[in-house]
């Protein structure tokens, strides 16, 4: 007796629910959050700061250079949240007024050394004849170390937040043209850019359509790393005195003047050196997450 054969397609099939659940979306928030979570907590971080310098006056403070010298060296309390100083002055106060000066010092500079650094980078990388000469002058700064050099240039000068930006921005532009430099010369070689310049493409329609727009990522993430270590240098300067002057609170004068107490009143250095570090770190983060967005290459070999 022959057993009848059943042809595969009348198996019958696994039966499926009748309402699929529908998928999981995340919005767009959600997907730019989950993909890059570094920015997300650089960028909130450094906005927090940001609404601090902002609204200093009105976050429950009182002039950061009012002198109290009946109230001073008091520890930190319900009325003194962060403390008071050797002066008596209340230590909150200057910490938020105080960001002020860093977020100034470490935007300013990062603009300032950006926009310079690109315009010598662009200039050495595409006009072959003016190379030599550009990077030669470039590393001649960049023999000399970024902190040294701001305070020969500051003590060339009067202390002024105006100055401390300029110390600081000298020393980085040669960093950000260098950069530039190596981005044009690559690009210079690509065929679309060969094909502009046989067309007859003037070079500086060249420079502004083909060559600057695909430096300006790079750039973006070697201003943030400008940006922490400008506030960092600022902090270095006013710490030794070759910075702000005393009457402006910023992060490094408050930590100057802490720093003959710090065994017994410690918290006069702790808290502005709080500040900086989480500052520098959001910086640092916003940065590493641009990097990661603007190369995904680069993350995956990481």
Request: hydrophobic share 55%; aromatic share 6%.
């Amino acid at each position: 007796m022959s057993s009848a054969v059943v042809p595969p397609d009348a198996v019958a099939a696994p039966a499926l629910p009748d309402v699929l659940p529908p998928p999981r979306r995340r919005g767009r928030v959600g997907t730019f959050a989950y993909r890059h979570p570094t920015i997300l907590a650089g960028g909130a971080l450094l906005a927090v700061m940001l609404l601090i310098a902002v609204f200093a006056p009105v976050l429950h403070t009182v002039d950061p250079t009012a002198l109290a010298p009946a109230r001073r060296l008091r520890a930190p309390s319900g009325e003194y949240w962060f403390g008071t100083d050797m002066l008596g002055r209340d230590i909150y106060s200057r910490v938020m007024y105080g960001a002020r000066v860093s977020l100034l010092v470490g935007f300013a500079v990062a603009l300032l050394s950006s926009a310079i650094g690109m315009l010598i980078g662009l200039v050495s990388g595409y006009v072959r004849w003016t190379d030599a000469v550009i990077m030669r002058v470039m590393d001649g700064l960049m023999a000399i170390p970024g902190i040294l050099l701001a305070i020969a240039l500051m003590a060339l000068t009067r202390g002024s937040v105006q100055n401390v930006i300029i110390a600081i921005t000298v020393p980085q532009v040669p960093q950000v043209s260098r950069l530039v430099r190596g981005l044009v010369l690559s690009l210079r070689e690509q065929p679309y850019v060969e094909a502009a310049v046989a067309a007859g493409t003037p070079g500086w329609k060249i420079i502004l359509r083909h060559i600057l727009p695909n430096t300006l990522a790079p750039l973006m993430v070697q201003a943030t790393y400008i940006c922490g270590s400008a506030m960092i240098i600022e902090a270095i300067l006013s710490f030794i005195g070759a910075g702000t002057p005393p009457i402006i609170p910023s992060w490094g004068n408050i930590m100057a003047e802490g720093r003959a107490l710090w065994q017994v009143k410690p918290y006069i250095v702790f808290f502005p050196a709080a500040f900086l570090s989480v500052t520098v770190l959001a910086v640092n983060l916003l940065g590493d997450g641009l990097r990661d967005a603007l190369d995904p290459r680069a993350a995956r070999r990481l």
